[in-house]
Structure formats: structure tokens, C-alpha cells
């Protein structure tokens, strides 16, 4: 009964910028910590980014100054700003919400992933 929606991902010449987009839809009553991350073909899903309901951010080492992470609370909606993009920065990207789907429970939700390609 949760659906999260992405959308921005695509292709792009290094240094360039993207700007992706996840949307939480369906019925729920509230949306906690939302969250990006990304896996590379033959490695590991890692988290790229996260955000609190309150706004607290953290960020893995291999973004930070290059990408933010920012949330529309009304919207259910989080966004990751993607600049000076490198080829390393390839993989497809997920994002993840903990959702409160009654009152007295949440749980985690994933997106189906959007590829991010990098050229040189």
C-alpha cells in the first residue's frame, strides 16, 4: 500500500549535475527518515544520503560538498542535488523511507532504483 516514486536519473558528462526526486505515495500516516543510496555492479548497496523528518542530515564521505539531500514534508517527497558528478558516482540509486503505515508501526520501503551514468 506504499509505492515510492523516483525520478531524475539519467545520463550525464562528468562535472555535470542531476537532480533526483522520490516520492512517497499510497496511505500512510507519516513519513520519517528518508534516504538515498546507490549500488555499482559487483559491489555493495551503500547509503549516499539521509534525512530526518526534522531535517538532520548525514552524508557518506565519497559526496560531501558535491551532493545535498532535502525533503518536502507536505509533499512526502525527497530530493538528492547531484553536482560535480564523477564516473565512480555510476550506479543505480534507491531511495528508502521508514514509513508509518498505522500509528503503532512503521516499517522501511524501497524504490525500484533509477540508473545514474556518468561519462568521461
Known amino acids: 500500500q506504499v509505492q515510492l516514486v523516483e525520478s531524475g536519473g539519467g545520463l550525464v558528462q562528468a562535472g555535470g549535475s542531476l537532480r533526483l526526486s522520490c516520492a512517497a505515495s499510497?496511505?500512510?500516516?507519516?513519513?520519517?527518515?528518508m534516504g538515498w543510496h546507490r549500488q555499482a555492479p559487483g559491489k555493495q548497496r551503500d547509503l549516499v544520503a539521509r534525512?530526518?523528518?526534522?531535517?538532520?542530515?548525514d552524508y557518506a564521505d565519497s559526496v560531501k560538498g558535491r551532493f545535498t539531500i532535502s525533503r518536502d514534508n507536505a509533499k512526502n517527497t525527497v530530493y538528492l542535488r547531484m553536482n560535480s558528478l564523477k564516473p565512480e558516482d555510476t550506479a543505480v540509486y534507491y531511495c528508502?523511507?521508514?514509513?508509518?503505515?498505522?500509528?503503532?508501526?512503521?516499517?522501511?520501503?524501497w524504490g525500484q532504483g533509477t540508473q545514474v551514468t556518468v561519462s568521461s
Open positions: 499510497g496511505s500512510f500516516f507519516g513519513v520519517n527518515t
Open positions: 528508502n523511507a521508514d514509513v508509518m503505515t498505522i500509528p503503532t508501526s512503521h516499517r522501511g520501503y
Open positions: 534525512i530526518t523528518s526534522g531535517g538532520s542530515t
